[in-house]
């Protein structure tokens, strides 16, 4: 039925914003009343049959006609142009024509009465509140059933007053019912428009989102791979699917992860299948920098792997790896060790010879003037730190740089140390303390590790500041051997700490200084730590100063 402020079925006239709406709001308007019209047809009809006397009688069949002419006016008025409020007089009119019918009928047609429940239906699925609903109801309905009781000439009797109560009561229940149940069948499908609304946004906001996600991972020079807890790909970029394909086998378009050509860091090695980054990332693990080696041996690029796992609720829901191309920077640091190898490899000949013939020249010191003498243990001192210079470059470089941890007096080392480091200091104008026990027996190469405290007592001295001081110290418990060098020098900036063990690096504001360096004393100190098993660590404060703390491990007993 139809709605005051809106048509039957519930869409305004003011949502009626295209033709097709119009259409429907008008074809309900005219379907509501002409179920009204057949039925009130049907039973005029009846009446007719029953009592033939009504044919004749004006106001039955004025009713039955002006239900008709309702219908025709529904077929013809431009209902789009009509305010939706002005719907409502329909099915008033149709109480009326009800009304008319009924009064003419008399008891005799009491079903003429039920054509009441049309309007009365028409009303309560209308915008109007239940209440109004209600009072329309009982007063249309008390009118059509009781005015024609209290107009006729015979007095009223109890009996009579009380038979025709029920229809009014009926109607009155079925206009609450109604309007509830449209009440709530509104605010339903006004929810559902609202869902349905979201949903489109939601919908369109994930489709902009996918296709920036798309463009943002199709651009990125990085190749992405996701996969789900099972392993199978639910995104690969572009990137990705291009450096895939080239490391599959000749012929093979699509191969799976097994098939593909990967190789080791020696570029020769292939990886077991079960060992591949990818597969090790599925079941969990989390990469960090694996380096492998993809293609066929005359087309391969390098790749650092990394991988980190998603977690649905605590639990594995797949992982995220990224492939990123590092070919270029390997075979630079490959061709840069290369070239210190061969330098390396060139200087020891000369420097060989040089020192030969300083020796040998030095052999002659009693027939050489003593300022000749001493200039010669220059120029041989500075030749012999440079060929152990060149020595520990080959032997970083080619990855020997090898260590004979002996039972040793690590005490002795480091006031050796110390007493060789003093005389730098005090003509620095700097104060070298030495804590450590005169006597600490430990296991290590004492020759290298004599070379590791003494670049770090070096560097202490070279990043420190006049009246500064430097303290060396050291101890032995169950955790290991700890030799620690203090100073109170320039320090390093946080975002350079953890580059200080880097080859050839140096601070950007040493290298404006005039303090000398080729920044490899501490690669050779981290080496040689490293060679015996320990750690190296630094902490640092610009303007207050540096400590570097060795710790190396004591076999047990």
């Known amino acids: 039925m139809g709605e005051s402020g809106s048509a039957p079925g519930g869409e305004t006239s003011a949502d009626s914003g295209g033709s097709g709406r119009r259409a429907r709001h008008r074809r309900r308007i005219i379907l509501s009343e002409l179920a009204l019209t057949i039925t009130f047809t049907l039973a005029m009809a009846l009446g007719v049959a029953e009592r033939e006397d009504l044919a004749s009688t004006p106001v039955f069949l004025s009713g039955w006609l002006l239900n008709v002419l309702v219908l025709a006016l529904c077929c013809v008025l431009p209902w789009s142009r009509i305010p939706s409020r002005w719907v409502i007089l329909v099915p008033l009119v149709d109480f009326v024509a009800v009304g008319l019918s009924r009064a003419a009928a008399g008891d005799s047609l009491g079903g003429v009465g039920l054509l009441a429940a049309f309007p009365v239906v028409w009303i309560a699925a209308s915008r109007v509140r239940t209440g109004t609903a209600v009072a329309i109801t009982i007063a249309a309905s008390l009118a059509i059933i009781w005015l024609p009781l209290v107009l006729r000439p015979e007095p009223l009797t109890a009996d009579a007053l009380m038979d025709p109560i029920l229809l009014p009561i009926m109607l009155t229940g079925m206009a609450w019912f109604v309007s509830a149940l449209s009440k709530d069948n509104r605010r339903r499908q006004e929810a559902l428009r609202v869902s349905q609304a979201a949903l489109r946004e939601s919908v369109e906001a994930g489709r902009i989102r996918e296709r920036l996600l798309n463009t943002v991972l199709d651009t990125v020079s990085v190749g992405l791979l996701a996969v789900d807890a099972d392993g199978n790909d639910i995104l690969m970029n572009a990137r990705q699917r291009k450096d895939h394909l080239a490391a599959a086998p000749v012929g093979n378009d699509d191969p799976n992860e097994s098939e593909l050509l990967i190789f080791g860091p020696d570029r020769v090695t292939p990886i077991p299948p079960e060992e591949r980054p990818v597969l090790r990332a599925i079941r969990g693990e989390d990469l960090e ?128 140390a110390a007493s060789s480091a003093s005389v730098r200091a005090t003509r620095s104008g700097l104060r070298l303390v030495n804590r450590a026990p005169s006597s600490l027996p430990a296991v290590a190469d004492p020759v290298r590790l004599a070379q590791a405290v003494d670049n770090l007592l070096t560097n202490a001295v070279k990043y420190n500041r006049r009246g500064g001081s430097i303290t060396l110290d050291a101890s032995l418990d169950r955790d290991g051997l700890t030799v620690a060098v203090e100073d109170t020098g320039i320090g390093i900036e946080a975002e350079e700490l953890h580059h200080v063990f880097d080859r050839f690096f140096r601070s950007p504001s040493v290298r404006t200084t005039a303090v000398p360096g080729v920044g490899l004393g501490l690669l050779i100190t981290k080496s040689i730590v490293g060679e015996h098993g320990g750690s190296i660590t630094v902490r640092s404060e610009p303007g207050q100063g540096t400590c570097f703390t060795i710790l190396i491990p004591q076999p047990p007993g």
């Open 289 to 416: 920098g694996v380096q492998i080696w993809l293609g066929p041996p005359r087309s391969q690029r390098a790749f650092s792997i990394s991988s980190r796992s998603m977690h649905d609720d605590g639990a594995y829901a797949g992982t995220v790896v990224s492939f990123n191309d590092v070919t270029e920077l390997v075979l630079a640091l490959q061709a840069k060790d290369d070239f210190l190898s061969n330098v390396s490899h060139e200087f020891r000949t000369p420097l060989t010879s040089i020192l030969g013939y300083l020796e040998l020249t030095l052999e002659l010191r009693d027939s050489l003037p003593e300022d000749v003498v001493h200039h010669l243990e220059v120029a041989r001192r500075n030749a012999e730190r440079l060929e152990q210079l060149v020595e520990d470059l080959l032997a970083i470089n080619a990855g020997t740089f090898e260590v004979n941890p002996v039972s040793t007096d690590v005490g002795r080392i480091l006031a050796e």
